[in-house]
């Protein structure tokens, strides 16, 4: 490299030029998302910054802070997100737990009943609950049959159905990440610490805990920025009752044709998002949070 | 000693004292996979009401729904909508994938980035934009606008798919094929290639399946004439439970247990 030869400037400029040709591969698919998505994004945010004579004004912002319906739109949303995230933790950290304690065939198995529904439509399974937990379903026939109780319980159409389907749908999302992580902490530190006089309860919580938690805290944050965005679940599975953000958008354009509303709320549902994603990449690298959704 | 009482762990922990872990860990999986499948049977109940399991078998909603003019309309349209994303997406991001994965410009990685942000800004933000813009250049309601925001969508999906196995392709052979006289598109085209190909199938069925699967976006810019099979369940599961949708719900779980299947055949094999 440093034995410059006579053709030395030629060669790195026909690098330079080479390289920047590659780079230039990318061009139909950059055009793409810039036509599908940050033209129609970026529009949509100067739009939540114009009132109708198309002057610059926050009132779009302003409404927000002022009309309760939003305030609680936020709550729903935040409530909802979190006893996901938690019911999820909950469930999908001693499932993670068991399948990487199995042999690699076993766990593999099992891994089918967790991909299958990752990979079946949202709407099918949305079906499949309403199925189950309406009035006249199986589970309230099931359990009316058997005498557990006399009533049909109110499953869904509200927010218990909502919780229901999302966990359904997010549970995957947690538990994939942290099965990973789970797997790669060295068997024989649990072994050192029993040796050294642990016990076994006392192993996992000194050894195995601390380690699977940067898993962890990856399949938690992907959960819950992926529940701020939901839109089907609450629509259907919520009955109408439980309005998120995405649902709160979707009326504001279908029943009032208010596109700086819509707008505005769009652009805090996006700012709220990346600045979990940001917060995220500060603690994790970014293709461990974004990978995490596509294994 | 029994099966129950050998250690199961490290740290000596026996399979008996670990039987409620076994349990719930079980309940969780019954959780996960039971509900998609119960709608298997139902589609062949020959009831108008939910019953479980069927008194009565029959094709009655499966004849019903090939009856339909209107849901075999919606069929078409999700299948030609995910056979074009597939081959708009693919070639498209497998070049994107490769040029940024073999300019190693600084430029590249944040382009990169740009190209995965598909993935996290919230769907219905880009379905009411895309909307917006669409209607101001005519193509809502169009297959063409369809099969472009959908090809967004899956685009991230092909980069990631493409970009793994470019990471572990030796890029000497392309040094080599060019040391040898060919062109970089041609030593791209015989050398690379090639030997990515599985995960080039891999990455098309899953375009296939991202706009086959897509709700969102449909509701909004996939009416009329070109109105998907996802929107219209949409509709039907927000108005009254057809049983129909059961048959519906069974074909759709062939059509993606067997595009996932391929995939991950493809996605696997490695020559």
Same mark, same amino acid.
């Given at each position: ?19 920047? $040709?590659? *780079?230039? &591969?990318? @061009?139909?698919? %950059? ?6 998505? /940050?033209?129609?994004?970026? #529009? =949509? ?61 076993? $766990?593999? *198995?099992? &891994?089918? @009943?967790?991909? %299958? ?6 709407? /099918?399974?949305?079906?499949? #609950? =309403? ?61 050192? $610490? ?21 898993? =962890? ?61 940001? $917060? ?16 | ?271």
């Amino acid at each position: 490299m440093h034995d410059d030869g006579p053709n030395a400037a030629g060669l790195k400029r026909d690098e330079r030029r080479e390289r920047l $040709a590659l *780079l230039g &591969l990318s @061009a139909p698919a %950059l055009l793409l998302v810039f036509v599908t998505m /940050v033209l129609p994004v970026g #529009w =949509l945010f100067a739009l939540s910054f114009l009132a109708d004579d198309a002057t610059f004004s926050l009132e779009h912002y302003r409404r927000m802070l002022e009309q309760p319906s939003y305030g609680r739109t936020f709550v729903t949303t935040f409530k909802v997100s979190v006893f996901t995230t938690a019911l999820c933790i909950g469930l999908g950290y001693p499932l993670a737990y068991a399948l990487s304690q199995m042999s690699r065939r076993a $766990a593999g *198995l099992c &891994l089918i @009943a967790v991909l %299958l529904p990752f990979w079946t439509s949202l709407l /099918v399974r949305t079906y499949a #609950w =309403l199925v189950l937990l309406q009035r006249k379903g199986l589970i309230n026939e099931w359990g009316i049959g058997l005498g557990w109780w006399d009533e049909p319980l109110a499953l869904v159409h509200n927010l218990t159905g909502t919780l229901i389907g999302m966990v359904h749908i997010m549970l995957p999302f947690l538990v994939l990440p942290l099965l990973a992580a789970m797997r790669s902490i060295d068997a024989d530190l649990l072994k050192a $610490a029993a040796n050294l006089g642990a016990s076994p309860a006392r192993a996992f919580r000194t050894v195995f805990l601390p380690l699977s938690l940067p898993g =962890l805290l990856a399949g938690t944050l992907i959960v819950f920025i992926l529940c701020l965005g939901f839109y089907v679940t609450p629509a259907v599975l919520g009955g109408g009752k439980v309005i998120m953000v995405s649902n709160h958008i979707a009326n504001d354009i279908e029943l009032f044709f208010n596109w700086g509303a819509a707008s505005a709320l769009g652009v805090v549902l996006l700012v709220l998002t990346l600045a979990l994603l940001w $917060a995220a990449t500060r603690l994790l690298r970014l293709e461990q949070v974004l990978g995490g959704s596509h294994r | 000693m029994s099966w129950l009482d050998r250690a199961a762990s490290d740290t000596q922990v026996t399979h008996r004292q670990r039987l409620w872990l076994y349990a719930l860990a079980a309940l969780v999986l019954a959780f996960l996979a039971l509900p998609t499948l119960i709608v298997i049977p139902m589609s062949f109940s020959g009831s108008q009401y939910l019953e479980f399991p069927p008194r009565e078998w029959s094709l009655r909603w499966y004849r019903n729904y090939l009856g339909s003019s209107s849901w075999m309309q919606a069929t078409a349209t999700s299948f030609q909508a995910g056979a074009l994303t597939m081959l708009v997406a693919t070639p498209l991001g497998t070049l994107a994938a490769y040029g940024l994965f073999a300019s190693h410009l600084r430029a590249a990685r944040w382009l990169h980035t740009l190209m995965l942000t598909p993935i996290i800004v919230p769907v219905i933000l880009v379905a009411i934009g895309v909307f917006y813009v669409y209607v101001k250049i005519r193509l809502v309601n169009s297959l063409a606008g369809i099969v472009l925001a959908h090809s967004m969508l899956a685009l991230p999906l092909v980069m990631l798919v493409v970009g793994s196995a470019l990471k572990s392709f030796d890029m000497n052979q392309e040094m080599v094929a060019r040391s040898l006289g060919a062109s970089r598109a041609r030593a791209f085209w015989t050398v690379t290639l090639p030997q990515i190909r599985f995960s080039l199938v891999s990455a098309a069925l899953l375009s296939f399946l991202t706009s086959f699967d897509e709700v969102i976006l449909a509701l909004f810019i996939a009416g009329g004439n070109n109105s998907t099979l996802t929107r219209n369940m949409f509709n039907a599961l927000r108005d009254q439970i057809d049983p129909t949708i059961a048959a519906i719900s069974t074909l759709m779980i062939v059509v993606t247990t067997l595009g996932l299947l391929l995939a991950q055949f493809y996605g696997r094999k490695r020559d």
